[in-house]
């Protein structure tokens, strides 16, 4: 099965796939409404457009706030403890979720090792019930997937940062994989590139993938300017793994590889001795 991930509603009914994700809000806070025909798809704790609001943001216990201005960051995060951002975030999903019941949360959790010491959460942790301080983020995140599950009557996708090794992901975002799995129908690995020339490490992350994961998990390539016999490449190795391929943000390269993989596998089909 193939699928794409775009901003752009009329490519969400181009007949070469099988299913659609439609961004209505994503990292840029640029937000429109949902759509019926696509699984509506929003950017949770990333959002550039909070960067003037000190206390929304994330900060590390040196006091530097997680925005894009900072090394290793794309985008400004928000703080996931936030009250009123969270509860707005809920909305935009049930919101979502009464459009078309499917629903793809992304960038969902904290943006890095060292974060969140704001006040905030600094007050939190000493205030509940755990010791730890990473089992006490992971409580964080897992609280508000299981709050976007209820939201949500049909199925609930989550995008995953694309590092499969025990531990990883918990340490770096909050998300524990394993807890947030009974909430979660599908998982949504992006293991992008800008031209996919070589794919043996592709091929390593997702078979991690799947040997990491019970739920089942789709592969999303970036398709944006990829060589089209490059990007088959990558689809082939992809698709050993995942349920399904999703093309992201370049829809008509995607539609041009998929035509070019049917032909391919058309020209190759045998039908006895000639």
Same mark, same amino acid.
């Given at each position: ?89 809920? *909305? ?10 499917? !629903?793809?949360? &992304? @960038?969902?959790?904290?943006?890095? $090792? +060292? ?47 694309? *590092? ?10 909050? !998300?524990?994989? &394993? @807890?947030?799995?009974?909430?979660? $129908? +599908? ?62 943000? &370049? ?24």
């Amino acid at each position: 099965m193939y699928g794409v991930v775009t901003r752009n509603e009329e490519e969400t009914e181009w007949s070469e796939f099988d299913r659609a994700f439609y961004e209505v809000k994503d990292v840029t806070g640029r937000a429109v409404e949902p759509i019926e025909g696509a699984v509506n798809m929003v950017s949770c704790f990333g959002d550039n457009a909070v960067e003037s609001e000190e206390d929304l943001l994330a900060f590390d216990d040196e006091g530097t706030p997680a925005t894009r201005n900072q090394p290793y960051f794309d985008w400004t995060y928000v703080c996931p403890t936030h009250d009123r951002y969270r509860e707005g975030l809920l *909305d935009i999903i049930e919101e979502a979720a009464a459009v078309n019941e499917d !629903v793809r949360l &992304d @960038d969902v959790g904290f943006p890095r $090792d +060292e974060y969140c010491h704001c006040d905030r959460c600094e007050q939190r942790f000493a205030d509940s019930e755990f010791e730890d301080w990473s089992a006490w983020r992971s409580n964080v995140i897992t609280e508000f997937v299981a709050a976007a599950r209820d939201r949500v009557p049909g199925d609930l996708y989550l995008t995953l940062y694309p *590092d499969p090794y025990p531990g990883h992901l918990e340490a770096r975002s909050g !998300v524990a994989v &394993d @807890d947030i799995a009974e909430y979660v $129908d +599908e998982f949504v690995v992006p293991i992008y590139d800008m031209a996919y020339s070589t794919t043996y490490w592709l091929e390593i992350l997702a078979k991690g993938w799947q040997d990491r994961l019970s739920t089942p998990f789709s592969i999303e390539l970036y398709a944006v300017d990829v060589d089209v016999d490059d990007l088959s490449k990558a689809v082939e190795v992809a698709e050993e793994y995942a349920e399904t391929v999703l093309f992201g943000y &370049d829809a008509s390269n995607a539609r041009a590889t998929i035509r070019r993989m049917n032909a391919d596998a058309r020209e190759g089909q045998s039908f006895g001795p000639e």
